[in-house]
């Protein structure tokens, strides 16, 4: 995987969003930081574990995506809700192997 999918999107997120905000769209949560933060969640815990694949490496690169899934993971709504890491990856073994 070369990132160009990652690069693409966020991209076409610099059109929306302000490049300071935490969030894609706007200076606060919306819609689609809700339907794509559980994607960059697991997949960032079941590429590393089952690919040894970083998928937000800190880098310079990706900074709009880590930044809002900081701040996801810092919402309480998101830490009452979220599964471990433990349990993401444990629920992925039949698909992943």
């Given at each position: ?57 800190d880098d310079g690169k990706h900074t ?34």
């Open positions: 995987m070369d990132g160009r999918a990652l690069e693409s999107f966020e991209t076409e997120i610099e059109r929306f969003g302000s490049k300071d905000s935490e969030y894609l769209v706007g200076n606060r949560l919306s819609l689609a930081d809700i339907a794509i933060v559980p994607f960059l969640e697991r997949f960032s815990y079941t590429l590393a574990h089952y690919r040894g694949f970083e998928l937000l490496p709009r995506l880590r930044r809002l899934l900081a701040a996801a993971r810092a919402r309480p709504a998101f830490q009452s809700t979220n599964l471990a890491r433990r349990s993401l990856v444990h629920a992925s073994d039949r698909y992943c192997y």
